[in-house]
């Protein structure tokens, strides 16, 4: 019996061996295969430290290559505590280089961890501190190059631009927008240590830093510099509450430039509030247009043939009435007996209620639908609204009147830019876009394009030219001459929206507004400005704003050094304006038969002989009366 239960325990005992022994060998496969990558890095950190290596941030470039947002080189100071002997003298020591509290930095030294970043007192370094620094000969002390974004054109285009944060981290505009393509992979230096964390001189291991993606825009720096300039020269002036402007390419959508005030400095940001830096106004602020709506209701009236421009007449009377309601005019009086043409030259807000009746309120809604007006442009920015919009069950007689001629609703100047580029260039609406291409910052490889993108066709090329046309007429012959520009077709439509306040509209507080585009006959450019409450002026869009459209176009026209254009709609001179005049051609004439065209100039010759073979300015350009013509003789 005894013999039997000794043998039981035996068997038991071995048993209960092979079982531990089992699990023994089961636990160690599992750590060998599944955990050893866990396991091996976890070892490592004991002995293994990596100094981070900042990658540059990918950089911004206009369409000409130029640098919109790159890098700068600056230092970081990070610390090994266990490398660092006495701690409180070199807290103090570092307190007085940094000019930081001298607690704070000992806290930093005091962390048990393996590599501690001296942050923020110790980030983005000048040279000279980070050589005081180094000048310390200090153990555990460790200075790192890292990477701080720059804008080199400091407040031009900040709103598109946008802005980083100290660990450059897109926070707003294109930066937040495209980080995960600007960001790139940091590197680093890798050394090991011993058990105390005391640096072994071993071979470092360098890994590079990979930098992020370059982004090229479709914007001009040029063009943008010049309505920069014209933004400055309007807040200096008139003192807004707020301005804007835009610059596109009608015929793909490409912005050009585009522009806020106020306006900050995407460099030092934190000196700004967030309603200055987070609002990008051409794509985020809503207000009825105005006047330069006009033209929506304009080309869907050309579309279906509602009217005739040239044959049909309005008589205004200085109002109309809808539905008990009275709608005036701007001109006291009204502009009497007047055909379409003239209704829209003069920016008659009768004859516009009548173009919308004619088409209806179905028609004149989709149409405006058509047009994009209820719906967001989908440009690549953030912070785009999308307008306010009655829907079609909701409009009556009086709403339809005031949508004709741009009140009672809201839209944004992106909107706005969109739809009349569509009116003008043949039909065609365009997606608005920013970004013209990513690349890789080594191989220059295109990983992403961005293409004109065709919403939908809204008009036929017909009605588009007679748009166009009819434009023109504006600038040469009514409300927006402001914007006429001697030996160049610019067409456009001038913009007067009174601002609403808590449902009611304010007194004497307008935005004043400026929807240009050129060359008329075929458009390259539009160039829309508008400006919220401009002090010490008539607030007219025709006094303040068309002005302005008209420096910019003329910066743009030196910039691309455009050529005249030919046959210049003549403008109708008032006996305030300065007139100007067409040259004669006199080349290959006598002096004699050349002096009774140049009547009225004044003559300079040079050479000998009698026959003209040069004269300057050349033929059949306008200007000014009793201007200088050079002539130069055989």
Same mark, same amino acid.
């Given at each position: 019996? /005894?013999? &039997?239960?000794?043998? /039981? =325990?035996? &068997?038991i005992i071995l048993f209960s061996t092979l079982i531990i022994f089992t699990i023994i060998l089961i636990r160690i496969f599992y750590i060998q295969v599944f955990s050893y990558n866990k396991l091996n890095n976890l070892a490592t950190s004991l002995w293994q430290r990596n100094l981070p290596i900042t990658a540059d941030r990918g950089r911004i470039l206009d369409r000409n290559g130029k640098v919109l947002a790159t890098n700068i080189t600056t230092t970081t100071l990070y610390a090994v505590p266990n490398q660092i002997l006495d701690k409180e003298q070199t807290a103090h020591q570092l307190a007085e280089i940094l000019n930081a509290d001298y607690d704070k930095i000992l806290k930093h030294l005091n962390k048990r961890t393996s590599l501690e970043k001296i942050n923020p007192e110790g980030r983005q370094l000048t040279s000279e501190i980070a050589d005081s620094i180094n000048a310390l000969n200090i153990d555990g002390l460790y200075l790192m190059k890292e990477s701080k974004r720059y804008y080199p054109y400091n407040e031009t285009l900040s709103h598109v631009l946008g802005y980083v944060g100290i660990?450059?981290?897109?926070? !707003?505009g294109l930066e937040l927008k495209y980080d995960d393509y600007l960001t790139g992979k940091n590197g680093s230096i890798k050394y090991t240590s011993d058990g105390k964390g005391k640096r072994l001189k071993t071979t470092e291991i360098y890994e590079k830093a990979q930098n992020g993606m370059d982004i090229t825009l479709t914007i001009d720096i040029d063009i943008q510099l010049a309505l920069e300039k014209e933004l400055a020269n309007v807040d200096s002036k008139y003192t807004p509450e707020q301005a804007l402007a835009v610059v596109m390419d009608p015929n793909t959508g490409e912005i050009l430039a585009m522009a806020s005030r106020p306006t900050f400095d995407s460099n030092n940001y934190q000196k700004y509030q967030l309603e200055t830096i987070n609002r990008n106004l051409p794509i985020w602020k809503n207000y009825e247009p105005g006047s330069t709506f006009k033209i929506i209701t304009l080309a869907a009236s050309l579309e279906e043939?509602?009217?005739?421009? /040239?044959?049909?007449?309005?008589?205004?009377?200085?109002?109309i009435t809808v539905d008990g309601a009275r709608i005036k005019c701007w001109k006291s009086g009204g502009h009497g007996s007047e055909t379409f043409l003239e209704v829209v030259e003069n920016s008659c807000n009768p004859g516009f209620v009548v173009m919308g009746q004619k088409l209806g309120t179905e028609r004149l809604y989709n149409y405006i639908k058509k047009f994009g007006f209820t719906e967001k442009t989908g440009i690549d920015l953030n912070g785009e609204s999308k307008g306010i919009m009655f829907d079609?069950?909701?409009?009556?007689?009086? #709403?339809?009147?005031?949508?004709? /001629?741009?009140?009672?609703? !809201?839209?944004?100047?992106?909107?706005?830019?969109?739809?009349? !580029?569509?009116?003008?260039?043949?039909?065609?609406?365009? &997606?608005?876009? $920013? $970004? %013209?291409?990513?690349? #890789?910052?080594?191989?220059?490889?295109?990983?992403?394009?961005? %293409?004109?993108?065709?919403? =939908? &066709? $809204?008009?036929?090329? %017909?009605t588009s030219e007679t748009v166009r046309f009819t434009l023109e007429s504006v600038v040469a012959n009514g409300t927006g001459k402001n914007a006429y520009i001697e030996n160049y077709r610019v067409g456009g439509k001038t913009g007067t929206a009174q601002k609403v306040s808590n449902g009611k509209y304010m007194t004497g507080n307008y935005i004043v507004s400026f929807m240009g585009f050129f060359p008329a006959d075929k458009p390259d450019y539009v160039v829309y400005v508008a400006i919220d409450h401009p002090v010490g002026i008539t607030q007219y869009g025709g006094t303040v704003s068309a002005p302005i459209a008209k420096n910019i176009i003329k910066n743009i026209i030196s910039i691309k050094n455009i050529p005249p254009s030919k046959d210049v709609t003549p403008r109708e001179y008032t006996w305030l304006d300065t007139k100007y005049v067409k040259t004669p051609n006199v080349l290959n004439m006598t002096k004699k038969e050349a002096s009774t065209l140049l009547k009225g100039f004044k003559v300079e010759y040079s050479g000998s002989g009698d026959n003209i073979i040069y004269q300057d300015p050349k033929p059949d350009v306008y200007i000014k009366e009793n201007s200088t013509i050079k002539i130069m003789l055989n």
């Open positions: 019996m /005894f013999i &039997k239960d000794k043998q /039981f =325990r035996i &068997k660990d450059n981290q897109g926070l !707003s043939k509602t009217i005739n421009l /040239f044959t049909d007449t309005y008589h205004d009377g200085g109002s079609l069950e909701d409009i009556g007689p009086v #709403e339809q009147a005031t949508i004709a /001629f741009g009140q009672g609703i !809201s839209v944004t100047p992106i909107q706005q830019v969109t739809g009349v !580029s569509a009116a003008i260039n043949g039909g065609n609406l365009y &997606k608005p876009y $920013v $970004v %013209k291409y990513i690349t #890789e910052p080594e191989t220059e490889d295109i990983i992403y394009e961005n %293409k004109p993108y065709l919403v =939908r &066709k $809204v008009i036929n090329e %017909k």
